[in-house]
């Protein structure tokens, strides 16, 4: 198999993984086996993959309250994400952060973040790391459109400027910052003329295709790793469910929602495209389907069967020593 | 053994770990202090002097001027060090601490804990807090107990010149992030610092001084002002303890409470505002733990609770002076 099809077999192989745990996610939450606050992904899909199939092992990532789909885009183990959902003892995070703190950094995932922009700073410091370092690394922060407006996002816009700094911020316009749209909240309205009045570049692209996402971060990646400094990558894509789950979702025009699933939907996309250049064969396509499928049933089927957290643990790990 | 101020105690923890050690980077606000500018590449060396030299030493990939930006760069901080860096962050002024508090608090001090115990975070944070040099409300705050309330961060606040060395390189050397306190009006104070490397342990407080009658606790700067109290409270025949815990989390319980059974009567004394601070923090600690072998109510002398004022007769009447401090030793002793 030549590195094309691989790439492409690994992207379908994500972009379903992610659709598939986001609707059990969905479905487990509303039976009430999954706790807390959750914020699903689905329909968003392309975004995260398109730009995680640049990076490798030595790069990282910063994600955001929305973050299962990064989670699994960067490489994070599915079935331990689900057992963290679960709050199990065997979650990813040992039942301490739940959805919207999960992290890994052993595979480059700095974590989903409670605090809107947060991780904006933070991938700047890992991106100073790469850089002091020399290890070749570049840091992705994957945002919403809502933290484009953070200050957090815009100090860090200029700090990674001025330090020039392999980092590329990737702004998901998914049309709503919880229940207001981006077309009212951003002002100026154009986040790639923001992004050039800090003097980086910016690249747009069509989020709910993988290609297009894929080839524009191939750009953004590209220039960090040659040491050009970091870019804005700016997507505009649509969540399939509301804000957090539970949200009636009652701002967006009825039918919206079908209408984007039934024409926006990236997946669809990605098969129409992959079957009709002859890249992959609706047998491949199909067994990856199945494979994620029995993937998915066997995470919840381990994480509903974990135990929970011992309560000693309540009181370990604020420190590293004591 | 040397004679150092407290500036170069620091100065010289800071350059020794870089040393020994080249992950450890420093990042602030005009910490070289002329970067990009036509003129000299160090020209502040921080805004007190603190880091000057060394980026001549260890160049600017490793002393990294920043825009005023702390949001950011503090964030930048907390990033690089869950990634392999130990880097030594300067907070100018602690009073700045509201614009990055977030990466502090809702970052850095919890990566650890929510991450499930798999990362480390070993960042410092170098600030500068206190009052006495007129520079009013947003530049002479003491801002401690804010970040000894938040679980995962570590607060140093040395009294002199040997313990801010031995403490500095203790929190480099620490794989959590800490705070590290450096008071504004002590960075000439002079004092005997070794020119070899050394650690002072944190959570392990200091007694400098016994008597039988009552024990004082006092937190960075107020040990001088404590120490005054002392000798006046002296002339009128009262012994005192004085014991600085050096890291207020960890906080020396055991040292605290042991000193203060010793004489059943205890002075806090602390520069901070008094709700919910330090000070009332070891109060309650004593209160709780140590109850039977009071003789007195524990009292506390800080500032009030009020912003810092400029006027120089009412700052220093903001100050815990000795004064007030050897009257509540007085009060204790004859209760």
Same mark, same amino acid.
């Given at each position: 198999?030549?590195?094309?099809?691989?790439?492409?077999?690994?992207?379908?192989?994500?972009?379903?993984?992610?659709?598939?745990?986001?609707?059990?996610?969905?479905?487990?939450?509303?039976?009430?086996?999954?706790?807390?606050?959750?914020?699903?992904?689905?329909?968003?899909?392309?975004?995260?993959?398109?730009?995680?199939?640049?990076?490798?092992?030595?790069?990282?990532?910063?994600?955001?309250?929305?973050?299962?789909?990064?989670?699994?885009?960067?490489?994070?183990?599915?079935?331990?994400?689900?057992?963290?959902?679960?709050?199990?003892?065997?979650?990813?995070?040992?039942?301490?952060?739940?959805?919207?703190?999960?992290?890994?950094?052993?595979?480059?995932? $700095?974590?989903?973040?409670?605090?809107? %922009?947060?991780?904006?700073?933070? &991938?700047?410091? =890992? /991106?100073?790391? #790469?850089?002091? @370092?020399?290890?070749?690394?570049?840091?992705?922060?994957?945002?919403?459109?809502?933290?484009?407006?953070?200050?957090?996002?815009?100090?860090?816009?200029?700090?990674?400027?001025?330090?020039?700094?392999?980092?590329?911020?990737?702004?998901?316009?998914?049309?709503?910052?919880?229940?207001?749209?981006?077309?009212?909240?951003?002002?100026?309205?154009?986040?790639?003329?923001?992004?050039?009045?800090?003097? $980086?570049?910016?690249?747009?692209?069509? %989020?709910?295709?993988?290609?297009? &996402?894929?080839? =524009? /971060?191939?750009? #953004?990646?590209? @220039?960090?790793?040659?040491?050009?400094?970091?870019?804005?990558?700016?997507?505009?894509?649509?969540?399939?469910?509301?804000?957090?789950?539970?949200?009636?979702?009652?701002?967006?025009?009825?039918?919206?929602?079908?209408?984007?699933?039934?024409?926006?939907?990236?997946?669809?996309?990605?098969?129409?495209?992959?079957?009709?250049?002859?890249?992959?064969?609706?047998?491949?396509?199909?067994?990856?389907?199945?494979?994620?499928?029995?993937?998915?049933?066997?995470?919840?089927?381990?994480?509903?069967?974990?135990?929970?957290?011992?309560?000693? @643990?309540?009181?370990?790990?604020?420190?590293?020593?004591? | 053994?040397?004679?150092?101020?407290?500036?170069?105690?620091?100065?010289?923890?800071?350059?020794?770990?870089?040393?020994?050690?080249?992950?450890?980077?420093?990042?602030?606000?005009?910490?070289?202090?002329?970067?990009?500018?036509?003129?000299?590449?160090?020209?502040?060396?921080?805004?007190?002097?603190?880091?000057?030299?060394?980026?001549?030493?260890?160049?600017?990939?490793?002393?990294?001027?920043?825009?005023?930006?702390?949001?950011?760069?503090?964030?930048?901080?907390?990033?690089?060090?869950?990634?392999?860096?130990?880097?030594?962050?300067?907070?100018?002024?602690?009073?700045?601490?509201?614009?990055?508090?977030?990466?502090?608090?809702?970052?850095?001090?919890?990566?650890?804990?929510?991450?499930?115990?798999?990362?480390?975070?070993?960042?410092?944070?170098?600030?500068?807090?206190?009052?006495?040099?007129?520079?009013?409300?947003?530049?002479?705050?003491?801002?401690?107990?804010?970040?000894?309330?938040?679980?995962?961060?570590?607060?140093?606040?040395?009294?002199?010149?040997?313990?801010?060395?031995?403490?500095?390189?203790?929190?480099?050397?620490?794989?959590?992030?800490?705070?590290?306190?450096?008071?504004?009006?002590?960075?000439?104070?002079?004092?005997?610092?070794?020119?070899?490397?050394?650690?002072?342990?944190?959570?392990?407080?200091?007694?400098?001084?016994?008597?039988?009658?009552?024990?004082?606790?006092?937190?960075?700067?107020?040990?001088?002002?404590?120490?005054?109290?002392?000798?006046?409270?002296?002339?009128?025949?009262?012994?005192?303890?004085?014991?600085?815990?050096?890291?207020?989390?960890?906080?020396?319980?055991?040292?605290?409470?042991?000193?203060?059974?010793?004489?059943?009567?205890?002075?806090?004394?602390?520069?901070?505002?008094?709700?919910?601070?330090?000070?009332?923090?070891?109060?309650?600690?004593?209160?709780?733990?140590?109850?039977?072998?009071?003789?007195?109510?524990?009292?506390?002398?800080?500032?009030?609770?009020?912003?810092?004022?400029?006027?120089?007769?009412?700052?220093?009447?903001?100050?815990?002076?000795?004064?007030?401090?050897?009257?509540?030793?007085?009060?204790?002793?004859?209760?």
């Amino acid at each position: 198999m030549s590195r094309r099809d691989n790439q492409l077999r690994q992207a379908f192989w994500k972009m379903t993984a992610i659709r598939r745990f986001e609707e059990r996610v969905h479905l487990e939450n509303e039976k009430g086996s999954i706790p807390g606050f959750i914020h699903l992904y689905a329909g968003q899909e392309a975004c995260a993959v398109g730009v995680c199939m640049e990076l490798g092992e030595r790069d990282y990532i910063a994600s955001t309250h929305r973050g299962h789909g990064h989670a699994i885009a960067k490489g994070c183990d599915i079935t331990a994400m689900m057992h963290e959902l679960h709050a199990k003892q065997g979650g990813i995070c040992a039942g301490k952060a739940g959805s919207m703190h999960m992290a890994d950094l052993t595979v480059g995932m $700095m974590g989903a973040n409670g605090i809107v %922009g947060a991780g904006n700073p933070l &991938v700047c410091g =890992a /991106a100073l790391t #790469a850089k002091t @370092r020399k290890t070749g690394g570049v840091a992705v922060s994957f945002m919403g459109d809502g933290a484009s407006n953070q200050a957090a996002t815009l100090e860090s816009f200029n700090l990674a400027v001025v330090w020039k700094l392999p980092v590329i911020f990737v702004v998901e316009d998914n049309g709503y910052a919880e229940a207001t749209p981006s077309s009212w909240s951003i002002g100026g309205g154009d986040l790639i003329k923001r992004a050039e009045g800090f003097g $980086m570049p910016g690249f747009s692209a069509d %989020g709910f295709d993988y290609f297009a &996402v894929n080839e =524009a /971060a191939g750009k #953004a990646v590209a @220039r960090a790793r040659n040491g050009d400094g970091p870019s804005l990558l700016y997507l505009t894509c649509t969540r399939y469910y509301g804000h957090f789950e539970g949200d009636a979702a009652t701002y967006r025009a009825r039918g919206e929602v079908e209408e984007l699933m039934e024409k926006r939907d990236c997946l669809s996309a990605f098969k129409s495209r992959v079957l009709a250049g002859g890249m992959m064969s609706a047998d491949e396509l199909a067994g990856i389907e199945a494979e994620v499928a029995d993937l998915i049933d066997t995470s919840v089927r381990s994480a509903v069967a974990d135990v929970e957290p011992d309560v000693s @643990r309540l009181t370990t790990d604020v420190y590293a020593t004591y | 053994m040397a004679r150092k101020t407290y500036r170069e105690a620091i100065n010289q923890a800071l350059d020794q770990e870089m040393a020994r050690d080249d992950r450890v980077i420093l990042i602030g606000e005009d910490i070289a202090g002329g970067t990009g500018a036509s003129g000299a590449q160090d020209a502040w060396g921080g805004v007190m002097g603190v880091t000057k030299g060394l980026i001549g030493k260890y160049g600017p990939e490793r002393v990294l001027d920043t825009p005023i930006s702390e949001l950011a760069l503090v964030g930048a901080g907390a990033g690089a060090a869950a990634t392999g860096l130990r880097p030594v962050v300067e907070l100018m002024f602690n009073d700045f601490l509201g614009v990055c508090l977030d990466q502090l608090m809702n970052q850095a001090a919890k990566f650890r804990y929510m991450f499930g115990g798999r990362v480390r975070a070993p960042l410092v944070v170098r600030t500068q807090y206190g009052a006495g040099l007129r520079a009013a409300a947003q530049h002479s705050q003491t801002l401690y107990s804010i970040f000894a309330h938040i679980p995962g961060l570590k607060v140093a606040v040395p009294s002199n010149p040997y313990d801010a060395k031995g403490l500095l390189m203790s929190a480099i050397r620490d794989d959590d992030p800490v705070i590290f306190m450096e008071h504004k009006a002590m960075y000439d104070d002079i004092g005997e610092v070794p020119d070899e490397a050394y650690t002072v342990p944190f959570g392990e407080g200091r007694v400098l001084q016994e008597g039988k009658d009552v024990t004082v606790i006092a937190i960075g700067r107020m040990l001088q002002t404590a120490e005054k109290a002392i000798q006046a409270a002296r002339a009128d025949g009262i012994r005192c303890s004085l014991v600085d815990p050096r890291t207020i989390s960890p906080l020396d319980e055991g040292l605290i409470l042991e000193m203060a059974a010793e004489t059943g009567r205890v002075v806090i004394v602390d520069e901070a505002n008094p709700r919910c601070g330090v000070a009332a923090d070891i109060a309650s600690l004593i209160c709780e733990q140590a109850f039977g072998d009071l003789q007195a109510p524990v009292v506390k002398v800080t500032a009030p609770h009020t912003p810092v004022p400029f006027a120089p007769v009412l700052e220093d009447a903001y100050l815990p002076s000795a004064e007030r401090i050897a009257a509540a030793i007085k009060q204790v002793r004859a209760y």
